[in-house]
């Protein structure tokens, strides 16, 4: 679009189906460059990626020509069909249904870069669970418990503010 001037910061974060741990650490490097082609494909820019077993993170330079909910649905499905072609596991790979998305500002684009790159040290101490639900908390996010990422043997999550 002529005349159109955005600075859109992206932080997403999508969820293994179950919080399962499938996506094999030594694996991760290839997915999150196919991921990066995904991204670069549908005109965004990925800023930073990387995640665990069961969750991955994405900083992106959003450009508006897209709605959101149509690019990480591209991300999520062809991500999908790449792990399963791949073969790293014996059934079949699937995200959880929905995303997180949270903005940033330039200014914040470090210490979010940092926060993505360092993922394996942050979770040394904190689960995927308590991440998740201090990123919907600190952005004011109404959640309900029913949609909230669970895990089949899990109870339901708690919004604190309901």
Same mark, same amino acid.
């Given at each position: @679009?002529?005349?159109?001037?955005?600075? !859109?910061?992206?932080? @997403?974060?999508?969820?293994?189906?179950g919080?399962?741990?499938? !996506? %094999?650490?030594?694996?991760?490097?290839?997915? /999150?460059?196919? =991921?990066?082609g +995904?991204?670069?494909?549908?005109?965004?820019?990925l800023?930073?990626?990387?995640? *665990? %077993?069961?969750?991955?993170?994405?900083? !992106?330079?959003?450009? %508006?020509?897209?709605?959101?909910?149509?690019?990480?649905?591209?991300?999520?499905?062809?991500?999908?069909?790449? =792990?399963?072609?791949?073969?790293?596991? *014996?059934?079949?790979?699937?995200? $959880?249904?929905?995303?997180?998305?949270?903005? /940033?500002?330039?200014?914040?684009?470090?210490?979010v870069i #940092?926060? +993505?790159?360092?993922?394996?040290?942050?979770?040394?101490?904190?689960?995927?669970?308590?991440?998740?639900? #201090?990123?919907?908390?600190?952005?004011?996010?109404? /959640? &309900?418990?029913? /949609?909230?990422?669970?895990?089949?043997?899990e109870?339901?999550?708690? &919004? %604190?503010? $309901?």
């Amino acid at each position: @679009m002529a005349n159109t001037y955005t600075q !859109i910061h992206l932080h @997403m974060v999508v969820a293994v189906k179950g919080r399962l741990c499938l !996506i %094999p650490t030594e694996h991760a490097a290839m997915l /999150y460059r196919y =991921i990066t082609g +995904i991204v670069t494909q549908q005109g965004q820019k990925l800023l930073a990626t990387n995640g *665990m %077993p069961d969750h991955v993170h994405l900083l !992106i330079g959003f450009r %508006p020509e897209k709605a959101l909910s149509d690019l990480m649905r591209e991300v999520k499905a062809s991500s999908s069909k790449f =792990i399963n072609e791949q073969g790293w596991l *014996m059934g079949k790979f699937s995200w $959880q249904e929905g995303f997180g998305a949270f903005s /940033y500002g330039a200014s914040q684009l470090s210490a979010v870069i #940092s926060y +993505i790159e360092r993922q394996q040290e942050h979770h040394a101490t904190r689960t995927f669970k308590e991440e998740y639900l #201090s990123l919907l908390d600190s952005f004011g996010i109404a /959640y &309900n418990a029913a /949609y909230v990422f669970t895990a089949p043997d899990e109870e339901p999550l708690i &919004n %604190p503010a $309901q």
